[in-house]
């Protein structure tokens, strides 16, 4: 947290998202009891937990399931297909397929205290890289991890949400279609997940160490639709989740995957404090960015994960050492440039971590990898 507050405290933080597949590597590899949790293992520093967000609260509806996948229905009202031998799910059908059916679209109660007080179903704690039905309740959960470790909440906002209400083609197709129309929807979507936010923070009973919002708008190349559409209907939105989360002391850590560089400013200019993944794939680099933009926002992220994959440790340390230097002043948070995925060797992370401790202890000392850098 003093690193969040652009301050050198005793070591750069490490945290990350870590895929069911590497963690079952990472024990077998390390010769680790069933269950040792890498968070706990590593005394990394911030876990991100979400509540359910689904738009209807319900049961799974199973339509399939065998040894090779799994075929459900969830509260986003999507079918989706698990297959157990890949990494992530594939969405199949939605069942708002329509503009007409998704401005009709009726929302449970944002304040429903199943959301965060009982366990249950729901589509982004359930169906990911794994299949996990029976969600533990979420302020449970809560209680138990803040013993140990810094907990930022978790709340989608309107992009996320149109990607797994209607999908991604749908979405881009209807702010070409029917702009007017589905900004309206955006507006009432914006809402009900503010809402949530609000209620996540109340159920928090001033636990929460801070707030992600996840909510992707960009590829490798740039965002996904116009920068003025998402200016307009979408920024006002994250800015209101924001500013509530500000209300409340705690900092605000935006999720977006892609090549945010052309909004970049904009995301200062509404108060997020923390931006992560910064791919680079996409092409976002931490070390331009503390220099552009100085100390206005803490960087989160960044280590190309297909070079972890790779394994090649002569890589991975001229990559790690580099970034180190945007740890200067504070205001950097070591993760991945997404996730940590099961092509990542569990040696290799044990590595990763264990130089970013040998080497990130303040005053940093980078040797031949120090930079010049804005701090």
């Not at 995957?257 to 976002?284: H, S, T």
Request: negative net charge.
């Amino acid at each position: 947290m003093k690193a969040v507050r652009h301050q050198e405290p005793d070591r750069v933080p490490i945290s990350d998202f870590f895929w069911g597949g590497f963690i079952r590597r990472w024990r077998k590899e390390l010769n680790l009891e069933d269950g040792t949790d890498p968070y706990k293992y590593y005394d990394l520093d911030m876990y991100v937990l979400t509540a359910n967000m689904d738009p209807h609260i319900r049961e799974f509806q199973i339509l399939k399931e065998d040894e090779e996948e799994v075929l459900v229905k969830t509260g986003f009202e999507t079918t989706i297909r698990k297959r157990f031998d890949f990494p992530m799910p594939e969405q199949i059908s939605w069942d708002t397929d329509s503009i007409e059916k998704l401005l009709a679209f009726e929302f449970d109660d944002p304040y429903d205290r199943r959301r965060f007080y009982e366990a249950g179903d729901d589509q982004i704690n359930g169906v990911g890289d794994g299949f996990y039905p029976d969600t533990p309740a979420w302020k449970d959960t809560l209680v138990e991890l803040r013993r140990e470790i810094p907990v930022f909440g978790g709340v989608i906002e309107c992009s996320e949400c149109l990607t797994r209400l209607i999908g991604q083609m749908n979405n881009l197709l209807w702010i070409g279609m029917y702009p007017d129309e589905l900004g309206n929807a955006i507006n009432r979507i914006g809402e009900f997940y503010l809402n949530i936010c609000k209620a996540e923070l109340e159920a928090s009973a001033g636990l929460l160490d801070g707030m992600v919002i996840w909510g992707d708008i960009a590829f490798k190349q740039g965002p996904l639709f116009d920068p003025e559409y998402w200016r307009t209907y979408y920024k006002p939105w994250v800015k209101a989740m924001v500013d509530e989360c500000h209300k409340h002391n705690i900092p605000v850590m935006y999720h977006g995957c892609g090549n945010v560089n052309i909004v970049f400013q904009d995301y200062i200019d509404i108060g997020v404090d923390i931006y992560n993944p910064l791919e680079v794939k996409a092409g976002m680099d931490t070390l331009e960015l503390r220099r552009k933009y100085g100390h206005s926002i803490v960087l989160c992220g960044n280590n190309d994960i297909t070079l972890w994959e790779r394994g090649d440790r002569d890589e991975i340390r001229r990559e790690v050492m580099r970034i180190l230097n945007a740890a200067k002043g504070g205001g950097l948070i070591f993760q991945s440039d997404h996730s940590v995925s099961s092509n990542v060797s569990g040696h290799t992370y044990d590595y990763i971590v264990n130089l970013v401790r040998d080497h990130g202890s303040y005053p940093l000392d980078l040797g031949e990898f120090d930079e010049d850098i804005l701090c």
